[in-house]
């Protein structure tokens, strides 16, 4: 009998999608739209009307919604890009994020409500919709403006950062309290995990993928990724963060596939179908009674909203370097909220951190701000032409000395390489990094995971914990040895660019090519101690493991460095391989 309801409610949904989906056509509408209207028209809170009331069943297809939403824009995403996106996005979406969070914060509390509700409010109103923002500036013909490539930028860096801040706020919503020594404990291990997630997925998955592609067979492709999705999201679960951190990161990964175009075609149906289905329960979980009883914040929130984000965005931009006119009409391109604003209010609502009041309000101000998109980025030149109107020649002066300053400090010629030489090995250093110690993390999670405790195997608890810390360290010898080569490397150009000593000089350089690196894996030794606490054996077993890793890093140096090597080129290989046409 479930099962009939739950097919029947599915037929309702899908029936509602597909016909709002041509009436909104029609109506030149966002679509994304008319899929909430269609919920709130079957939901439970509009009677006589009321075709879809199970909210289990409700929640589970929002829960699948989110995972297809969550992977498609991974897809979507490019490693290559966020690379390239510089200053201009980072300090445009910080500007943003940061001003908006603390507004929505303010405006909360303002209207009497719980910090909680203040706190998830001002998270949904920091982050833009890039579904919305990317579906309005292709409507309008607008892509391959200037402008837009610098709106793509900042819309990737903020998925980055909306996906730290759902880890952030489900652990915020868990103990209910904000300690700044937890949140930087939470980033620092989210941080870790993404990048050996990144790391490890773009080794195997994209060549695995490629290989089933090789048998022509779409089925088989399809199957293949959805298992990948449906794994990796249980994975991340268990490891207790949000399915749609899973969702996000795997898509990233097997974008980097070369048959990705493959995998986009195959999967685009179910996408398109789970997609509708998550806007429609959005639709489905909104009272249009609460709407009306708060009327008065909706209002208040939207205009907010578009003023602050208009107004961050554009200043961010501007900061950053771009012209008044491109940062006008970033700023005005990016005054909305959508999906991950709704995945924040579903994460409070299942959480039962959030009151019921805000799911709505959420779903109210992302409707009227879909609603004024095309409009905003449609009046971005007119403004930008009004505002030079108006504003004294002095004052437009300033403005252009400032911009052309900023495009003077760049580095040039020798300045701009060394500074490119510095950026690749600090980032190369701090992947290494990350990954000793996931490595670590990962002995101490499979050293106590239910029906894999390693100690139980062992009569003597000190000896497995030696043991298990010992083979962790052998596995990291590879990335710290890389690490090392790194910043000795690091060390040694710096030395000769910056050490004048007199008759002195090469000696001081030579001292400082030498300690700078032993100072910094020292550190990271000491770190990586702190994080494998849970397993570090006691001091005379500890001296005896760090004696084997000396013993082996002297008799296998060579080898690994050729490991780590082949590692490197692998990766760099598939993060450069161009993709299929087809």
Known sequence: ??????????????????????????????????????????????????????????????ELGIVF??????????????????????????????????????????????????????????????????????????????????????????????IAMIALLSGVAATGTVDAGEVLGTLGTLMVFLVASL?????????????????????????????????????????????????????VIVAEAACLKRIERVIAPVRDMFSAIFFVAIGLLLDPHVLLAYAAPIAVVTVVLVVGKVLARSAGAFAAGQSGRTAISVGMSLAQIGEFSFIIATLGTTLKATSDFLYPIAVAVSAVTTLLTPYLIRSADPLARGLRAVLPSGFRRILHLYTGWLQSLRFEGDRALIAAMVRRILLQTFVNFCLVA????????????????????????????????????????????????????????????????????????RIVAEVLPAVSIAAMLLLVCALSSSILPPADLLVAMLAMGALILALLWRTM??????????????????KESS
């Open 561 to 578: 460095v050729k490991l780590h090597s082949r590692l490197q080129i692998a990766l760099l290989e598939t993060l450069q391989s161009e």
């Open 69 to 162: 939403l969550l992977f498609s824009l991974g897809l979507e995403f490019s490693l290559r890009h966020l690379r390239q996106v510089g200053a201009t996005a980072l300090i445009a979406a910080l500007a943003g994020i940061v001003l908006m969070f603390w507004a929505g914060y303010e405006i909360g509390l303002g209207f009497g409500w719980r910090a909680m509700d203040a706190l998830f409010l001002g998270a949904m109103l920091s982050i833009s919709s890039t579904t919305i923002t990317i579906k309005a500036i292709e409507e309008l013909g607008l892509k391959k403006k200037p402008f837009a490539q610098v709106v793509f930028a900042v819309l990737i860096v903020e998925d980055v950062l909306a």
């Open 438 to 509: 996931a490595i670590f993390g990962g002995g101490a999670y499979l050293a106590s995971a239910r029906g894999m405790d390693l100690r139980a195997w062992l009569p003597n608890p000190r000896i497995a914990d030696a043991v298990i810390w010992g083979m962790a360290l052998v596995l990291s010898l590879p990335f710290l040895i890389a690490a090392y080569r790194k910043l000795k490397a690091l060390s040694m150009m710096l030395a000769e660019v910056s050490v004048h000593a007199g008759r002195y000089t090469e000696r001081v350089r």
């Open 1 to 62: 009998m479930h099962t009939i309801a739950f097919i029947r409610d599915l037929a309702t949904i899908m029936l509602a999608a597909g016909v709002v989906t041509i009436v909104f056509h029609l109506l030149r509408q966002p679509v994304v739209l008319g899929y909430i209207v269609a919920g709130v028209l079957i939901g439970p809170n509009t009677p006589p009307y009321s075709l879809v009331t199970d909210e289990t069943t409700i929640q589970t297809l929002a």
């Open 199 to 251: 790391v490890i997925g773009i080794l195997t998955v994209p060549r695995l993928l490629d290989f089933v592609a090789r048998f022509n067979s779409n089925e088989m492709l399809l199957v293949a990724v959805l298992g990948l999705l449906f794994g990796f999201c249980l994975l991340v679960a268990r490891f207790g963060y949000s399915i749609a951190l899973g969702a996000f990161v795997i898509g």
